[in-house]
């Protein structure tokens, strides 16, 4: 899909990528590579039971840890980043939600900066619940409308 990005790709990459969710059972997990602000990560989905998911994910990029837990006193007087969240109690809806996924993987072949902001602040609260569907869905159709502003015109 990256070696010549496009829409169309995109698509099929997500129809794809939706059978592999779907066919995750309990105490399965699946790994799935993603890419903001061209700064690689992995997120490893793993379904807790028949309503709810785990995702862990893991970023070694220094300028995105910004986003992770730290651990000042343990190792002063460094700040140790943990490389990896733990998101837990994730509802099976939010999971299966198309959007998320176009949002998250549309980052990977239109690069923007301020995407790893966008992932962290917007698409992880609503993938754990903590931010509306009205609110992704907002941000996803701004995002479309510049785009066909700034590639189309």
């Known amino acids: 899909m990256l070696k010549t990005?496009?829409?169309?790709?995109?698509?099929?990459?997500?129809?794809?990528?939706?059978?592999?969710?779907?066919?995750?059972?309990?105490g399965e997990s699946l790994l799935l590579?993603?890419?903001?602000?061209?700064?690689?990560?992995?997120?490893l989905l793993e379904r807790s039971n028949d309503r709810?998911?785990?995702?862990?994910?893991?970023?070694?990029?220094?300028e995105s840890l910004k986003?992770?837990?730290?651990?000042?006193?343990?190792?002063?007087?460094?700040?140790?980043?943990?490389?990896c969240l733990v998101l837990k109690e994730i509802p099976k809806k939010n999971v299966f939600d198309d959007v998320f996924w176009m949002a998250l993987y549309n980052m990977a072949i239109n690069y923007h900066v301020g995407d790893t902001d966008k992932f962290y602040d917007v698409l992880l609260?609503?993938?754990?619940?903590?931010l509306e569907k009205s609110?992704?869905?907002m941000y996803v159709c701004l995002f479309v409308c510049l785009y066909v502003?700034?590639?189309v015109y």
């Open 5 to 26: 990005p496009n829409e169309s790709q995109l698509l099929s990459f997500l129809k794809k990528l939706k059978k592999f969710i779907l066919s995750i059972e309990v």
């Open 33 to 43: 590579p993603a890419l903001v602000e061209q700064r690689e990560l992995i997120i």
């Open 52 to 62: 709810i998911f785990k995702a862990v994910i893991v970023q070694t990029d220094a």
């Open 67 to 83: 986003y992770h837990a730290v651990s000042p006193i343990e190792h002063m007087p460094h700040i140790c980043y943990r490389t």
């Open 125 to 130: 609260p609503f993938l754990t619940g903590m």
């Open 135 to 137: 609110t992704l869905y």
């Open 149 to 151: 502003c700034i590639y």
